[in-house]
């Protein structure tokens, strides 16, 4: 067996990072063209229902498109360049990439089960009055189901819809005020889309290639990220890919990672150690809880989910990012009627806080204006023991009142 090289934490954080394309250059593309480009760099970016904030699909994009604005998003789906479809969750993806969401399609039109039961009349029903009176939204069914309580009782035509839509029958559109707009699935495809179902070897291929060209490292169980019965061929796959050299082996903490050949050249590259990113909770950095606690230290949960007297740091903590670190935690709301942007709680990880101090008021500035809010207050900062810091909360609103003026 060939000996395979050791990186260091650091080196490690650098690659990841680097690898997620979250420190753009001056000199980088911009518009749709770039937001494109990194969707298609990241294989996917998540969508959020959540919007204390930019929803998490804008936030994600501003932070890898410089200049991003929303509605290069709209443009991108508009022109047939990405779809909606399922990720580890709702998603937006490559259209490029279409023919890999058939797998989950074919396993759900095959029987697989999604969230609910099919209820086939209902389904025939419905895709019927999508192909006769065009898009649709489950609006404009008049279909109620009675005396049924609870965040799930969708009624039976929205059901009919999200069924014929993960198998493949339907597709999203658009969307209207963040409500899908559903149409016949060869209405909405490009007609030069490859739509040839992927063998199981080219599927794992496509998981293990996109996934190191979105993240630069990987452990072979986060390859299939939530994915039922996959584990076995994607470790055949990665037999096949480190036989052929297209990938490498490399060791971090005692553990083996898998990178695409010529990771390493990252390390030549430079990472402004100082600079600040206010990352979105579904952020692809860091939306395998458990890689983030392995490789960056950070253990996170978000909040929202969670009864508001267990909360730590509070209902919408967005994780911060110095250079290649993870380096706090801060949870902000917007009051877009008032244009504030109140952050609640910063908590500090890290015992040397001076350093943040700065490039973090820049970064809150510059996502004040992303937001469309006028003002920034801050009510509240915490230390790496969980100690209110009344010192560093005096020094920030000091800064954030100078940047205000």
């Known amino acids: 067996m060939s000996h395979i090289p050791t990186l260091s934490i650091d080196q490690a954080q650098k690659i990841v990072v680097l690898q997620n394309k979250l420190h753009f250059s001056k000199a980088g593309l911009k518009g749709a063209v770039a937001a494109l480009q990194s969707i298609q760099q990241m294989g996917y970016i998540q969508i959020d229902s959540i919007s204390v904030i930019a929803r998490a699909h804008h936030h994600s994009l501003y932070n890898r ?3 991003y604005q929303e509605s290069q998003l709209d443009e991108l789906l508009k022109n047939k360049s990405i779809f909606e479809y399922w990720s580890h969750a709702a998603a937006y993806l490559p259209m490029r990439d279409y023919k ?3 797998v989950r399609k074919n396993a759900i039109k095959q029987g697989e089960m999604h969230w609910f039961k099919k209820d086939l009349k209902m389904m025939n029903e419905v895709l019927a009055q999508v192909r006769d009176r065009g898009p649709l939204m489950a609006k404009d069914f008049a279909h109620k189901r009675e005396n049924v309580q ?4 969708w009624k039976p035509a929205k059901v009919a819809l999200e069924q014929l ?3 493949g029958d339907l597709m999203v559109s658009e969307r209207r005020g963040f409500q899908k707009v559903y149409d016949l699935t060869q209405r909405v495809l490009p007609n030069d889309i490859d739509q040839e179902l992927p063998t199981q070897e080219e599927y794992c291929r496509y998981l293990i290639c996109h996934y190191l060209q979105a993240q630069g490292l990987a452990k072979a169980s986060q390859f299939g990220y939530l994915l039922k019965g996959i584990k076995g061929p994607i470790k055949q796959q990665l037999d096949v890919l480190l ?15 898998y990178a695409l050949s010529g990771a390493e050249q990252l390390l030549l590259s430079k990472l402004p150690r100082q600079k600040v990113k206010i990352l979105s909770p579904f952020d692809n950095l860091l939306i395998q809880r458990k890689r983030a606690q392995e490789l960056f230290s950070f253990n996170y949960q978000i909040e929202c989910y969670v009864p508001e007297a267990k909360r730590r740091f509070g209902y919408f903590s967005l994780p911060v990012l110095q250079g290649g670190s993870l380096v706090a935690q801060m949870d902000i709301k917007t009051h877009r009627k008032e244009g504030l942007m109140c952050i609640n709680h910063l908590h500090c990880h890290r015992k040397n806080t001076e350093q943040l101090l700065e490039p973090l008021i820049q970064a809150v500035m510059d996502f004040m204006v992303f937001n ?3 003002v ?8 790496y023991q969980e100690h209110d810091d009344k010192a560093l909360l005096s020094k920030l609103k000091s800064l954030i009142i100078a940047s205000q003026r």
């Open 150 to 153: 609870g965040w799930w009782d």
């Open 65 to 67: 498109v410089r200049g």
């Open 243 to 257: 036989e052929q050299g297209e990938i490498i082996q490399l060791q971090v903490a005692g553990e083996l990672y």
């Open 100 to 102: 890999y969401s058939l």
């Open 165 to 167: 839509f993960m198998q």
């Open 376 to 383: 920034v207050s801050i009510s509240r900062v915490t230390d």
């Open 372 to 374: 469309q809010m006028q």
